[in-house]
């Protein structure tokens, strides 16, 4: 079997996806760095986008069938959301290290019981 | 041999580079490092994106995320990244519990997305030769007019297809408060005249 002779269907996008957002999930469960749990939120945002396009792609599977254009303006709107989460998470990233002298996230604990 | 199918060949181009980035990223422990393979990953979505067929999408992806977001992440990188915070190690029990628990939900999701039967790849008949742009499509359904929906004949699926106006708006004010949230938040601290109390 060929592999570049096979066509490509929406099952395939779909696992890349998959593979950006469990390693989005793994890189927010297992970084230390506070930015390191955010680049794993970037992550799996991407990995969700990808599902949107494929299931509003036209060229993947018959037009009727599919998100058509929603699929993308659903994925603009994540797009826009991760970059204001990106700000705000910075801001905060930014004060905890101005006050605490540290990015650690296992450091922060003082609301601890 | 069968002719090379080249949809095919830029999509396992694009996906290889995505996925071998995304792993690079969550395997690192050098957040500088991070960083890089981030944007590395995130332009190969945005070719991802261009593959099928949504221009606008990832032209935004690499305007918005890789020349904005991640521009903002590398300058919290650098303003954050000394000494012993460059390079933060996880301990291994951490490493093999994140690792179970995404393995098991990768399996989970693959044997999910293998096995809808309406996901296979599918032989479409041949494209028409011309591009379709979706940028003016895409303004005018966040403008509440969906001129890609006109022909739909249904009564009660046109109701539900009068654009994303209001959302639109939702989320432009939204970014505008979030914005100056985030521009109090990281405002640099008042310094102390040499009179002043401190507070405890």
Not at chain 2, 59 to 86: D, N
Not at chain 2, 122 to 146: C, D, K, Y
């Amino acid at each position: 079997m060929n592999l570049l002779a096979e066509p490509v269907g929406v099952a395939h996008y779909m696992v890349i996806g998959a593979i950006m957002f469990v390693t989005g999930a793994v890189c927010m469960a297992t970084k230390r760095n506070a930015l390191g749990v955010l680049m794993g939120i970037e992550l799996v945002l991407n990995g969700a986008n990808v599902n949107f396009v494929a299931l509003g792609s036209e060229y993947l599977r018959p037009a009727q069938d599919g998100l058509g254009l929603d699929g993308q303006l659903i994925a603009l709107f994540v797009i826009v959301l991760a970059a204001a989460e990106a700000a705000v998470a910075l801001a905060i990233t930014l004060n905890f290290y101005n006050n605490h002298m540290t990015v650690d996230v296992d450091q922060a604990d003082e609301l601890k019981g | 041999m069968a002719p090379i199918n080249w949809h095919t060949f830029y999509f396992l181009l694009f996906a290889l580079t995505a996925g071998v980035f995304a792993v690079a990223v969550a395997v690192t422990s050098n957040v500088v490092r991070m960083a890089f393979y981030l944007v590395l990953c995130l332009s190969a979505t945005a070719g991802l994106f261009f593959l099928a067929g949504a221009d606008f999408v990832g032209a935004m992806q690499i305007m918005i995320y890789v020349g904005g977001t991640l521009v903002l992440l590398i300058f919290g990188v650098m303003l954050t990244a000394q000494g012993p915070f460059i390079s933060m190690k996880t301990r291994s029990g951490e490493w093999v519990l994140g690792l179970l628990a995404g393995g098991s939900l990768l399996a989970i999701l693959i044997s999910a997305a293998v096995g809808v039967r309406a996901w296979r790849p599918v032989e479409l008949e041949e494209h028409s030769p011309q591009a379709r742009v979706t940028a003016s499509r895409l303004g005018m359904g966040l403008l509440g007019a969906r001129v890609d929906q006109l022909d739909q004949s249904d009564k009660t699926l046109r109701a539900g297809m009068s654009g994303y106006l209001f959302p639109f708006e939702i989320i432009s004010v939204h970014l505008l408060v979030v914005l100056i949230g985030a521009a109090y938040l990281a405002r640099p601290k008042k310094r102390m005249r040499p009179g002043e109390e401190t507070q405890a």
